[in-house]
């Protein structure tokens, strides 16, 4: 098995692709250890000393380490830890595990606008931020405001205000005109 990695615009988060499916369907964020039960997978990496953050997509792992790790002496143990897990057999996921679909749920009046933000961040954003290991997924929208969750590389990036500001926030303003702002959101 050949592991690739890819850098992210997070200086604190790679890429790892095992060159076969991840998650057939959605996403997976595991901000801290304590979530990791739902995923073997997550589990045997919150093992690795230094890793703060795994975040699973279709085709790829994202870690996030700690600051004061370098991931000189931290990428080798992942790769053991990713390259162990897919031989072993074991499912990414937990049998009773789901992973996220990427939108809360939102009806009501503001409904045929939801509809709209969500076309768009699935058919433009979110292919573009999981190239660089992360998802931004849908947490809201009040008053003109969208709130957007971001997860992976996109969780902590540096250039995630800018991305949110001058990319998103730009392009639902623009096909939407009921859209005033963007606003990320916690956990």
Known sequence: MFIQTESTPNPATLKFLPGQT???VGTADFPTADGAGASPLA?????????????????????????DVDWD??????????MEHFQSGQPVMADDAQPQSGHADHDGENAEVVGQIKELLDTRVRPAVAQDGGDITFHGFER?????????A????????LTLKMG????????????????????
């Open 154 to 161: 996109c969780a902590g990036c540096p250039s995630s205000t």
């Open 43 to 67: 589990t045997r990496l919150f093992e690795v000393a230094g890793v703060r953050g795994v975040f699973f997509g279709n085709d790829f792992v994202t870690i996030t380490k700690a600051d």
């Open 168 to 187: 998103i926030e730009n392009l639902l303003r623009h096909y939407i005109p009921e859209v005033t702002e963007v606003r990320p959101v916690g956990v």
């Open 22 to 24: 991840v998650l057939e």
């Open 144 to 152: 003109g405001v969208v709130y957007l969750h971001m997860q992976g």
């Open 73 to 82: 002496h931290m990428k080798p143990a992942v790769l053991g830890a990713i």
